[in-house]
């Protein structure tokens, strides 16, 4: 939601079946640099909320086709928090209907006849009374923010570095484009920036390699009413918007399209942007972090990457290491990982784990390690310790000296997800938990992968529909 009362500018939806009355009410606010949506019944009044989002709601207690009473109850409890402040307006022999209205969470009302100097006193009253909400709420989550556990945990003097970089970068406005190999982390590094940052909006995220290019679009840049998503439903802001003031994250940026880049492009030269299907221009107001596992560099060369776009981004560039290059903190990362899964009882690694996790050439990096962490956690309860054994990393990938392929990231995700099945004995709700995915999601994924649960035959658990190992 875009903050309130930008510049004076507020936000007004008018319930009011009384032609004359709503027209001059609406033509009023408009005089005074409001944006105004006028309806004459509580049907309307509700889409427009739906549609919309709104400051203030000036609504008639005696609408025709609706208990004013109950609408101020909706309004107040199903908008998004902090809900738009109800001026509630009755005529002069109702006002003891208008003070039950507010003690249902309306912030004022206007006895009938109202002057109008007397509405846009009430008007900017309430709008500061949101405002002061806004920032109330935005100054709990940026101390939440604060407060929270750092997201990166190294001891590896080069990602120091990276982090002191950051603590530079993250109070500025600049654009950082984050590089490094898949499952390094590029995405906790955004958000610990986006923390560390002065903004008080919300972050975004997309993902460029996961959505198709329309998908994309309007994930981004939003849409009208009737637009291509928008059909049948309401307008959509998009993350560009719907992040003002905060951190857009655009992941795997150079899998964009370029159609879609020279759009990006224009817009950041701009600084502005129009949904699509629209025609009003949207202020841009959002600070953009990109990451690729590509070199970019590389592809502007070979013409797969937009020149233009890749200087708006290249301000502050940072490059993550592989896991495989930082040795000394593999062992202190999978601590940290148990730590979360497990707690204060969580398992200890032996001298034989620690060898082994080091000498592993980890090719899905950090996430393959929170994998085989995970795994290894559910195999070893009981016990208290975790040994070499029970890392089962022969099936997970290459030790630094082999010479057999690695598995993919898609491969490593079949493998853990039967693993945790198995631990779990195929409780699915279990395992989704530990996985932290939906059932729904897990669902699709035994179907995906072909995943059958073992038969029991003779006292054993039969061949089932596993992983099979790479030859």
Not at 239 to 261: F, P
């Amino acid at each position: 939601m875009r903050e309130a009362g930008g510049a004076g500018r507020v936000t007004a939806l008018v319930v009011e079946d009384e032609e004359n009355l709503s027209q001059s009410l609406s033509a009023f606010l408009r005089g005074r640099g409001h944006h105004v949506v006028s309806v004459a019944d509580s049907r309307s009044a509700l889409q427009a909320l739906r549609n919309e989002s709104f400051d203030v709601v000036l609504l008639d207690l005696g609408i025709r086709d609706a208990d004013g009473l109950e609408l101020v109850r909706h309004i107040r409890a199903d908008a998004d928090p902090p809900p738009p402040e109800v001026i509630v307006m009755t005529g002069s022999a109702s006002v003891e209907t208008a003070i039950t209205g507010m003690k249902l969470g309306a912030y004022d009302y206007l006895a009938k006849p109202y002057r109008m100097a007397e509405v846009d006193v009430v008007v900017r009253r309430a709008c500061e009374k949101l405002r002061l909400a806004r920032e109330n709420r935005s100054l709990q989550a940026r101390l939440s923010r604060i407060d929270a556990t750092p997201e990166v945990v190294t001891q590896y003097a080069p990602m120091h570095a990276v982090l002191s970089l950051l603590g530079r970068v993250a109070p500025t406005e600049s654009p950082v484009l984050i590089t490094g190999e898949s499952g390094t982390g590029k995405r906790l590094l955004a958000r610990a920036i986006h923390r560390l940052s002065d903004r008080t909006g919300p972050m975004g995220e997309a993902d460029g390699a996961v959505l198709t290019e329309s998908a994309l679009e309007g994930e981004l840049f939003g849409h009208e009413r009737g637009t291509r998503g928008g059909i049948g439903g309401g307008r959509k802001a998009g993350l560009i918007e719907l992040a003002a003031n905060g951190t857009l994250l655009i992941e795997e940026i150079g899998a964009v399209s370029q159609k879609l880049q020279a759009k990006l492009s224009r817009a950041l030269e701009a600084g502005s942007f129009v949904r699509i299907g629209g025609t009003q221009k949207v202020e841009i107001a959002v600070r953009l972090i990109t990451s690729s596992t590509d070199d970019l560099s590389a592809a502007v060369f070979e013409g797969q990457f937009r020149e233009e776009l890749f200087e708006r981004l290249n301000v502050v560039t940072v490059t993550l290491p592989p896991l495989r290059e930082r040795a000394s903190d593999i062992p202190l990362l999978a601590r940290h990982f148990l730590s979360q899964l497990g707690g204060a009882g969580a398992p200890s690694l032996t001298a034989d784990a620690v060898a082994a996790l080091e000498g592993y050439a980890w090719p899905g990096n950090i996430r393959e390690l929170r994998a085989v962490m995970e795994r290894s956690f559910l195999l070893s309860r009981g016990r208290g310790e975790i040994r070499a054994q029970d890392l089962a990393l022969s099936s997970a990938g290459p030790s630094r000296s082999a010479a057999r392929e690695p598995l993919t990231l898609l491969e490593l995700e079949r493998q853990h997800i039967w693993d945790v099945l198995m631990a779990t004995k195929w409780h699915q709700g279990e395992t989704a938990r530990l996985l932290g995915i939906s059932e729904k999601t897990l669902y699709r994924k035994i179907r995906e992968f072909g995943f059958q649960r073992p038969r029991r035959s003779n006292g054993q658990n039969g061949g089932g529909g596993g992983p099979q190992a790479r030859s």
